[in-house]
């Protein structure tokens, strides 16, 4: 019986795997599908309209909206819940598009959409500082990808766990401190660089701090995801 007993043990680790790790890929589709339609497609699609192809700024905010009102007005209808990220994109968007149409100065532009950008930074930075950090809104659906399990892994691990929240709070902060600098930089160079420049250097920087925020918030979303799996398991 000892002696098989490691062999039976085995046997189990290696179809528990065979589960696991499946559940784990699908779980993390959720998550960058999420990404990759709040956030790469409206910036991605309104740096190719104006930079690309030399639409005006208030054409390109509203074509490179559409996914981000879809996204909301679907998650709003059909699951009763709001999806912060693309309702972030859309804020920010829709005060691009308000700028445009009070002023057709560049620098009046850039600056109101940098003011936007850096109250929604201040807003979630202090929603970490509150204990509430706002960018769980939207990384628990990714994350959970709608499982029941994994959605009472989160809350239990939320209520009970230090660490959990310690990791919920430091993806505020990696957020709210990107947008931070961006909105900064883009309303510094609205006043200090040529207009030619600010026309492209504007959505570089607010490609690049998304881009920053994704990449640093790795150190907080894959021991979430870790921690979810454990729990689970």
Known sequence: MSSGSP????NLTVQRDRHV???ADRARQPAEASLILDVGVPLGSYYLLHAGLGLSIMVSLIVSSAVPVTRVV???LGMR???MLAGLMLVMDMAGVGASVAS?????IVAKTSAVSGVCAIVILLSAALGRPLTSEFLKPCMTGGSAAKTAAWDRLSFACPRFRRMEIRLSVIWG???LADGYARLIGAFTLPPTAMS????ALNVGAVAVALVAGLAAVLPIRKMIRSEVA
Do not use: H
């Not at 062999?7 to 085995?10: D, G, I």
């Not at 057709?104 to 009046?108: K, Q, Y």
């Not at 492209?200 to 959505?203: K, N, Y």
């Open 177 to 179: 401190t990107a947008l």
């Open 74 to 76: 679907t998650g709003l």
């Open 7 to 10: 062999v039976r043990q085995e």
């Open 81 to 83: 819940r709001l999806n």
């Open 200 to 203: 492209w250097l504007s959505s």
């Open 104 to 108: 057709s100065n560049l620098l009046v």
């Open 21 to 23: 790790m499946p559940d």
